[in-house]
Structures are given as structure tokens and as C-alpha cells.
């Protein structure tokens, strides 16, 4: 079963330090014309900047109305924290929930390395094809996914650009922060998830959740505990 084309949307890498300039422009309350003076240095062609402003708009500047209370609490959160990896993470829920192929790549990626300890981008095009078609677009667009991931520093990539290794997890301590992070992978699924799976999910393959997940999502206003089969706890959105 193949996914809609019109679901992959992502044809253009996006760099975490320009995500981190669009947030520090949220969160000052600075004029846009700040983020636009920012990317008169980057040099982007025009269509490559009208693309990249989208993007940038929709993870964090003007989300999506039904994403906007789960962004802002994101924002609010790294705003709070001390984690060196804040904007990293940020970045990480706010994609996924936005952009299901980049979760399809990075889910791709996290399963193959958790078995194989490495994984090639030619597998990554294949199970993309296999998702979604083969298309020309779709390895573009894997393409797209894969160089935003190096540019983060949670995977490497060899120079022949086959070989993809995912770098150390990021243990995240910061109890707002994972609660946010693991509504992300539940908004993201569109389902609630097994409590114990989270910490292996391959779609977070980036994290590790250094805290006891039960109890924080115990005490969540956003999360709840349900109980699946076979004694298995299940997170799911209160409102699911």
C-alpha cells in the first residue's frame, strides 16, 4: 500500500540553526524583519527562501491552528530549560507532528540501525519507494530528510553518502520536555502508544528518556495512562 504523494512536502533541507533563529525571534517578540535580515546571510535563491519561510512559519512562527497550543507549550518549555539540546528537541516534535515523511525517513532509519547498528540511504530510498511510489521526487525528497539529519547531528554519514550511523542518543531529563516530546510520538501516530516501547520507539531513535515514564505521564495534564491488553500500559492524549 503506497502513501499519497501529497503527503511528503518536503523537498528541502532545513538547518537547526536556522530553526533556532526563527525561535528566537517567537520567542523575544522581535519584528520578522529580524528573521528576514538573518536570511539575507544565508543566500538562499528565492524559491529556496519562500520554501524555507513556509516551513519555518509552520514549526514554530504560525503553526497550524490545531498544533498552535502544542507548539506554544514547546516553545515555552525550551524557553524554561537548561538542556544544551533544547532546540534540538523542539525541532524534533515540531516536525514530526508536521511532516509525516520526515517521520517515515527517520522511523526508517531508527529500525534498520537498531538492528543493523548502521543502515545505507539506498534502503531508505527503497522503503520510501515502497511507501510511496517510485517516484524521482520521492529519493529527492529522502535526500532532503537524510542531509537535514547529518545537519542535526543525529546521524553520520560516510563520504560516499551510503553508510548512515546514528550518533550517541541525547538523554533528555527535563520532565516538561519528554512529556512534550512523547505527546509528539502520539500525536505523530495518531494512536496511543505502549509506555514501554518509547524509549525504543525507532521514530525517536535520536533520545532517551532518562526519568520514569509512568509517573510523569501520570501527573500530565496534556497525557494519560490507558491500559491495553496483557497488562501493557498505553500513553494516549487526554482527549483520545
Not at 516553545?75 to 516534535?93: D, E, H, M, P, Q
Not at 545505507?120 to 520521492?138: K, P, T
Not at 547529518?150 to 550511523?165: A, F, P, Q
Request: charged share 25%; net charge neutral; hydrophobic share 40%.
Amino acid at each position: 500500500m503506497t502513501i499519497a504523494n501529497s503527503s511528503i512536502a518536503y523537498d528541502r533541507y532545513i538547518r537547526l540553526e536556522w530553526i533556532a533563529e526563527a525561535l528566537k525571534v517567537r520567542v523575544s517578540g522581535s519584528n520578522p524583519d529580524e528573521l528576514e535580515k538573518y536570511l539575507d546571510g544565508v543566500k538562499l535563491g528565492k524559491e529556496a527562501r519562500v520554501k524555507l519561510k513556509t516551513k519555518l512559519k509552520l514549526l514554530c512562527l504560525e503553526p497550524r491552528v490545531e498544533l498552535q497550543d502544542f507548539i506554544d507549550r514547546g516553545i515555552n518549555s525550551i524557553s524554561n530549560s537548561s538542556t544544551s539540546n533544547s532546540v534540538l528537541i523542539f525541532a524534533w516534535g515540531s516536525i514530526i507532528v508536521n511532516n509525516m515523511f520526515f517521520g517515515k525517513v527517520s522511523e526508517t532509519i531508527g529500525r534498520l540501525s537498531s538492528i543493523q547498528g548502521v543502515c545505507s540511504s539506498s534502503e531508505v530510498y527503497r522503503r520510501m519507494g515502497e511507501l510511496y511510489g517510485e517516484r524521482h521526487n520521492i529519493r529527492v525528497a529522502a535526500q532532503a530528510v537524510i542531509q537535514t539529519l547529518v545537519d542535526w547531528k543525529v546521524i553520520t554519514r560516510e563520504k560516499n553518502e551510503s553508510k548512515l550511523t546514528p550518533a550517541e542518543k541525547v538523554k533528555i531529563s527535563d520532565p516538561e520536555l519528554i512529556l512534550w516530546l512523547i505527546e509528539a510520538l502520539v500525536r505523530q501516530a495518531g494512536r496511543p502508544l505502549p509506555i514501554e516501547m518509547l524509549n525504543s520507539s525507532p521514530i525517536a531513535f535520536p533520545f532517551a528518556f532518562d526519568n520514569s515514564l509512568p509517573y510523569l505521564v501520570s501527573n500530565s495534564k496534556e497525557l494519560a495512562l490507558q491500559q491495553g491488553g496483557a497488562n501493557q500500559q498505553l500513553v494516549a492524549l487526554h482527549d483520545q
